[in-house]
């Protein structure tokens, strides 16, 4: 596959190529967390296949999902406040 930089490009058409493939790998990194997330919670909270999750297993599974999210975001605002901290000195 060519680099950006190899293709022959004006600046403009350099950027929205450039901002597409970020936004497709954003996209995918999404969908990456979301597979984890699924993979995850299913192991641990649902035991045998039915027709219908018993209510343990909508709760664990709601509680799962909720844990996840609440980590992914301290760890981004961790991140963030590290990355704020760097740029301050």
Not at 49 to 76: G, H, K, M, P
Request: proline share 1%; net charge negative.
């Amino acid at each position: 596959m060519a680099d950006i930089s190899d293709l022959n490009l004006d600046p403009a058409s350099r950027k929205e190529l450039e901002q597409f493939i970020e936004t497709q790998q954003a996209q995918t990194r999404v969908q990456t967390q979301v597979h984890m997330l699924t993979d995850m919670c299913w192991d641990k909270c649902v035991g045998s296949i039915s027709s219908s999750f018993s209510r343990s297993e909508q709760s664990c599974l709601a509680n799962c999902v909720d844990r996840f999210l609440d980590t992914s975001l301290y760890l981004v605002k961790k991140v963030e406040d590290q990355r704020a901290a760097l740029g301050q000195h």
